[in-house]
């Protein structure tokens, strides 16, 4: 009987999870004249000493059965007299499932790890290559640049596939024992790829046969592959250029048919499953057109799709074009084709847009259960690393050629070296880099899958922890080092791009790098500064100087500019920054909430790039940063009135008064407009929330406007009492920030009083309202229309009760009826309120409905409307208000369905849209799917009405045709840059589905 080879402590010592298991293993692996007690130390040492012992066990086994040379025995005896073939052996049987099953279906192969210089000694390229092509019987000979396969096909296939793993066994081997850098072990994975692809071609021009020889055909590696920084497992990218080899005798279709040939058959080559499994995907989709694409083309077809059609995002793929197999020359005449082309791509408009937009189309197709834990394309992941080398690369490559390494980490290097990384900012991202990568070839070493999630359980995390030589606390540690170096990333990545502009225009030390004013203007520009040198003039301004404001905005700028950045105007966001900091820079309070509190620094920023609107609200009222802090809801009317009033009463004077009130209603409108930007309000409420403050505002001033004119006739108590009733959008509590406020004004005497002394006041006092509110001042200005009440701007300004009820109960026609439908009395006197609505009540919701004659009337006036209001050149698609399927099309079939139903239908009786489309929907008027696209027809032209005046700072309801304001509009909207075509594409389709609607119900 054997004795036990170690004890059950020994072994949990050595990491072991499983020592009876393991003891078990070793016990059946020893023999009287064999101990293995020294393997124990060297199977602890291994990603899973569990998984190692085992599949060694196995192995031992499958030489016995295979009858390889020595069976078991010279196995175990190189192990126990070998050390360094046992460390190689075994760490690759603890690492990798996958490898573990190919030795047991190869035993001979482990083998392979004797050679003693395998820790040393790194294979060359033209070696694995021939190993390759000999695998399928293609001699490479001198000169012969055409190898083709000669054995049996299936054998040929099979055969590639057990030599592919035999050179992958040998570098994991070296990978895994003797510590290969990252970048070596890419770029030996990459030369493995190059030549699987070159001997994968040899078996297609096999099955091509005789008319292989009839084209040239160049396989240009992409992606990983190109960039000599291949995974252990991933689809490999690839072009394909041909050429024909007599072009008089091969006409260009028999010629691309022929090479699309040779193409797929290698793709099939490398990626059918076989007996011994498969090798990887082979990808052409970054070919021109992608999979829509012909599957290879001519150099000529390559240059006229480049010159005409390509996408920035294209050029940046190309930038790690390579050629790597069949005709070679013809690969670098492609690679010198493209060239140029790559590196002038960062001055073609749009370019960091394109590239972000790809980014962000990346980031959002992972799933949402796999954010968190992916490696490479999550945030702070490989594609962050990735994607700010590459842009760096082509923003200041144009001018210099040291920059163009394919490779990320020589990229990177170079970079630093050359200056446009500082050097603490370059060795930190490569060192997050390099863990990353390594991260991510012992996750895919495990299974060889393709993957990049890293699992979430402890065993998987302990595997991982120990193959990259965390001993203790194995997956605590993984997970620390990985979220440390994820925090690095996320923070070096707006380092990278935005503080070394800061060196061109001020003092920096140690390793910061200093920009030539050149190459920072280029930076500029290609990140979407379209004033390079004004923008460099404003950052000299911000950041010049040793006083604390300059040094906490040189510590503010690099976030900020990113930012700025993605708005649509970074010029814009930039140059308010600096007058923002010119007003508050001295408040102590200011740049230290921008430091600590980084919601208000980014929320300050979009609304700088995106908006003119609440910029100029800003510059007017610089404190109103402050509110960036808050959660931006509209407050309540009372609040609000509560504000106005008692920063009004401190002033005796009513200008003074209104202008304190005013001050109160500028700062509550950046409250609201700045909540709809950042995308915290619903366009419903910020319609109410306007309401509100134009509510507050006319409460405010009536009451002011009240006690200035008694005090200058010397009344001791008004003659008369006042309400005011919004009508129009703003009665229906739906006010944009362009809109003016419609109203009716109205009194009624007081018991006693004389009536032409309470209509003066009433006249003097509406009058003091409208002056005061009309007054230039540094809030927007708050227009009061009147022209709706009756007899229009022939009638009087305001009216008693008697004389409207006279008026209406004489004059009034349809038309007047439907404007009342969106009255609501809301400021002033309550009880003169409610008898007005009690006045206007059977007017606007007839007891019998409307007559068909008055449904025509409203039709025919509506028509007259469409034609006679839209302004000259206007586009009928594109106007807001009176565009097909806007907001005149939607109301006006709101309020024909008020004026036929309200009576029989009490909860129609409401000024609001949505309000009223729901009620209508509820009694069966409208069809559910009808009313849905009203309402999102509204919704959608409120929102966009919106952000016009956002954008461009005044109203307008027209579609801006200038590009860069339609960018603004879009970016509020919550498009990525680059998305003004699907935003118009998206506002037309919802428009013409709620034509469709008002053809049907109004018409």
């Not at 499983?18 to 393997?39: I, K, M, N």
């Not at 048919?257 to 990626?271: D, G």
């Not at 008020?898 to 009490?906: I, K, N, S, T, Y």
Request: with cysteine.
């Amino acid at each position: 009987m054997s004795r036990p080879t170690s004890s059950k402590a020994a072994l949990l010592r050595h990491g072991f999870e499983d020592a009876d298991a393991a003891r078990a293993h070793l016990t059946a692996l020893e023999t009287p004249t064999r101990p293995v007690e020294p393997l124990v130390a060297i199977l602890g040492r291994t990603a899973d000493p569990d998984a190692a012992l085992a599949a060694l066990v196995r192995l031992a086994e499958a030489c016995d059965d295979a009858a390889t040379d020595g069976g078991r025995d010279a196995l175990l005896d190189a192990l126990v007299d070998d050390e360094g073939t046992a460390m190689r052996l075994c760490a690759v049987l603890g690492a990798s499932e996958a490898l573990a099953d190919h030795l047991a279906r190869h035993p001979g192969h482990w083998r392979e790890l004797t050679d003693p210089t395998l820790g040393c000694t790194r294979p060359a390229a033209f070696a694995v290559r021939a190993g390759l092509l000999r695998a399928v019987g293609a001699e490479p000979g001198p000169g012969d640049d055409v190898p083709v396969a000669t054995r049996p096909d299936a054998e040929a296939v099979d055969a590639l596939r057990v030599e592919y793993r035999r050179v992958l066994l040998r570098l994991a081997a070296r990978d895994l024992a003797h510590e290969l850098g990252v970048d070596d072990v890419a770029a030996e994975l990459s030369d493995l790829a190059a030549g699987t692809l070159e001997a994968a071609l040899a078996v297609a021009r096999q099955r091509v046969g005789e008319e292989a020889a009839s084209v040239r055909l160049a396989v240009v590696a992409m992606g990983k592959c190109g960039g000599h920084e291949l995974n252990y497992v991933s689809d490999v990218d690839v072009i394909f250029v041909h050429e024909p080899t007599d072009p008089e005798a091969t006409g260009e279709q028999a010629a691309l048919r022929t090479a699309t040939a040779l193409a797929r058959h290698l793709m099939r080559a490398c990626s059918d499953h076989t007996g011994e499994g498969t090798i990887w995907p082979v990808d052409a989709a970054l070919r021109p057109e992608g999979t829509r694409g012909p599957l290879s083309r001519t150099l000529a077809g390559h240059g006229g799709y480049y010159e005409r059609w390509a996408e920035p995002w294209e050029f940046q793929a190309l930038l790690k074009a390579r050629p790597v197999a069949g005709d070679l020359d013809l690969g670098r005449e492609y690679v010198a084709l493209v060239g140029p082309m790559v590196w002038s791509v960062s001055q073609r408009t749009g370019f960091v847009d394109g590239v972000r937009a790809m980014r962000r189309r990346v980031v959002e197709h992972i799933p949402a259960r796999e954010a968190g834990r992916q490696l490479k394309l999550g945030s702070g992941g490989l594609r962050d690393v990735e994607f700010a080398v590459q842009l760096l690369q082509l923003v200041h490559g144009r001018v210099d050629e040291q920059i163009r390494s394919s490779a990320t980490l020589s990229a990177l290097a170079d970079l630093t070296r050359l200056g446009y990384v500082g050097r603490d900012d370059g060795d930190a991202l490569h060192e997050a880099y390099a863990f990353l990568r390594t991260l991510e070839h012992r996750l895919q070493l495990h299974r060889l899958r393709r993957t990049h999630v890293v699992p979430d359980d402890e065993a998987s995390l302990r595997r991982l922890g120990r193959a990259l030589g965390f001993r203790q606390d194995a997956a605590t540690s993984l997970e620390k080092t990985w979220e440390h170096h994820r925090r690095e990333v996320r923070r070096l990545h707006e380092k990278l791009f935005y503080r070394p502009l800061l060196g061109a225009v001020a003092r920096v030390h140690g390793g910061e790098v200093r920009l030539t004013s050149e190459a920072a203007g280029d930076r500029l520009a290609a990140l979407g500064y379209a004033d390079p040198q004004a923008a460099l003039r404003n950052l000299e301004a911000l950041t010049s100087g040793v006083s604390r404001t300059s040094t906490l905005q040189r510590a503010l700028l690099p976030a900020m500019l990113g930012w700025f950045a993605e708005g649509a105007d970074p010029d814009a966001g930039l140059f308010g920054f600096r007058r923002i900091s010119e007003s508050l820079g001295s408040t102590p309070w200011y740049l230290r909430t921008l430091r600590d509190e980084g919601q208000v620094a980014e929320r300050l920023a979009q609304l700088l790039s995106s908006s003119r609107y609440l910029t100029g609200l800003l510059e007017r009222e610089p404190e109103g940063v402050r509110i960036l802090g808050a959660d931006l809801a509209p407050l309540s009317a009372e609040a609000i009135t509560e504000a106005m009033g008692a920063a009004a009463s401190r002033h005796d004077d009513l200008d003074l008064a209104v202008r304190a009130a005013r001050a109160v209603r500028r700062r509550e409108l950046f409250r609201v407009a700045a909540g709809d930007l950042v995308g915290l309000t619903d366009v419903a409420d910020v319609g109410a929330g306007l309401s509100r403050i134009t509510d507050a505002t006319l409460e405010v001033t009536l009451d002011a406007a009240g006690r200035s004119v008694r005090a200058q006739r010397g009344l001791d108590e008004a003659p008369t009492r006042i309400a005011i009733v919004a009508m129009g959008r703003y009665g229906g509590f739906e006010l944009s920030y362009g809109s003016d406020a419609d109203v009716l004004f109205v009194h009624r005497p007081v018991e006693g009083a004389d009536a032409h002394v309470a209509s003066t006041y009433a006249t003097a006092v509406v009058n003091e309202v409208r002056r005061v509110l009309a007054l230039p001042g540094a809030d927007p200005a708050l227009v009061i229309d009147a022209d709706l009440r009756p007899e229009g701007k022939q009638g009087p300004l305001v009216r008693t009760l008697d004389s409207y009820a006279a008026y209406y109960a004489r004059w009034s026609e349809v038309w007047e009826a439907q404007a009342l439908l969106r009255a609501d009395a809301v400021v002033g006197d309550p009880e003169v309120r409610a008898a007005f609505e009690a006045l206007i009540d059977p007017l606007r919701y007839p007891e019998r409905g409307l007559s068909d004659d008055d449904v025509l009337e409203v039709r025919r006036i509506k028509a007259r409307v469409d034609r006679e209001r839209m302004p000259r050149g206007a586009d009928p698609q594109l106007h807001l208000k009176l565009g097909r399927g806007g907001l005149a099309d939607i109301e006006w079939t709101v309020q024909l369905l008020q004026l036929r139903h309200a009576h029989e239908v009490p909860t129609l009786r409401t000024p609001r849209t949505l309000t009223a489309l729901q009620a209508a929907r509820d009694a069966g008027l409208l069809e559910p799917d009808d009313a849905e696209r009203l309402a999102h027809g509204w919704r959608t032209v409120s929102r966009v009405r919106n952000a016009v005046v956002l954008a461009r700072g005044k109203a307008s309801d027209q579609l801006p045709r200038d590009t860069r304001e339609r960018a603004a509009v879009a970016s509020i909207l919550g498009y990525a840059p680059g998305g003004t075509d699907e935003m118009v594409n998206d506002y037309l389709r919802t428009t013409r589905l709620a034509r469709d609607v008002v053809d049907r119900v109004f018409w």
